[in-house]
């Protein structure tokens, strides 16, 4: 199963994501989205608190799993698709990899993350193999 599939990690990522945009915010513009999330679920703004930190915790604990776990190189390779380009980020994606798979293409810059967790930037056209 992936992260994404993954709802032990997506419940809790989900509900710290919204706290981070404000969602739970009762003075912010959310206010009445809250009071009616309170009322839906008959629960009082200190009660969501304690399950919005509780969801924060569990997203906590989840991204140090994935972070203590991972053994193996990451690696990054970025491009900039205009807009006219793509209309959705699927083609947003198979544009940056048919950019990168052309012929001439100079797709040869990577960010590069050990698994020692140091970051460099690799240009394979400088690299003698």
Known sequence: M??????AVQYP???AEMEAAGFFDTTGPAGPLLEALCASMDLEPG????LVGRAQADWDRAVAATASTWQGWHVEWAIQVEPEEADTPAE?????WA???AEGS????????GPDGVAVEVDLSEVSS
């Open 106 to 113: 100079i797709a040869n810059v990577f960010a590069v993350t």
């Open 13 to 15: 990522r989900l509900i």
């Open 99 to 101: 950019a990168m798979r």
């Open 2 to 7: 992936s992260r994404w599939q993954d709802n």
């Open 92 to 96: 947003a994606a198979a544009a940056a």
């Open 47 to 50: 009660d969501v608190a304690e």
